[in-house]
């Protein structure tokens, strides 16, 4: 707003040939002195309703922008969830092993930057000749062996050669000793 009010002043006192207050050797002087009662402190009322009617329309946009963030990641979760939902009833059909565990590859996630939760990088890799849909099953196990937590991740429509990398999770206490171990995998 002060940039506004200055800019308009700047503008005021422009110079002019046609201004004879105007010399070439210096500044412009007034011939009688300015009534102090005609200035407000206040810009004029129709610069103060444009400046208002721009930071209401910069806080729409700002809200608008926070709902279409909120309504992507929405839809982006609905999506992972079709995608995991999908993973699941494929697996449904499969016992232990699957017909695409040597399409698939964990690397650990530091806890660090999980906020402590267990977390591994899923890589699966079409090695196929067609398009296909992978779902995979991530057991993490115990230091006695024993199978304590499981995620269902999966990847659809893969191109031969395509890699995609979803992120299996465990909800276990981030002290617990886990090691990810791939159980079923399945292209479909």
């Known amino acids: 707003m002060a940039a506004l009010t200055g800019a308009l002043v700047l503008a005021a006192c422009s110079s002019s040939s046609t201004n004879p207050s105007v010399t070439a050797s210096g500044p412009a002087t007034l011939s009688t002195a300015p009534n102090p009662s005609s200035f407000s402190g206040e810009p004029p009322s129709g610069l103060a309703s444009t400046a208002e009617s721009a930071l209401a329309s910069v806080s729409a946009a700002a809200e608008s922008a926070s709902a279409a963030a909120a309504s992507f990641a929405a839809s982006v979760s609905a999506q ?21 565990l040597n399409d698939i590859t964990v690397t650990g996630v530091p806890r660090a930057r999980t906020g402590g939760l267990h977390a591994v990088v899923v890589t699966i890799t079409n ?4 398009t296909a849909s992978y ?37 276990r206490p981030a002290d617990e000793t886990l090691l990810p171990v791939v159980v079923r995998a399945v292209r479909y």
């Open 80 to 100: 992972g969830e079709q995608v995991r939902q999908n993973a699941v009833a494929a697996l449904g059909t499969v016992g232990n092993g699957g017909n695409a």
């Open 127 to 130: 090695s196929g000749l067609d």
């Open 135 to 171: 779902a995979v099953q991530v057991d993490f196990v115990d230091t006695s062996g024993k199978a304590v937590d499981s995620a269902v991740v999966g990847a659809e429509h893969l191109a031969p050669g395509a890699k995609a990398s979803p992120v299996a999770f465990s909800r």
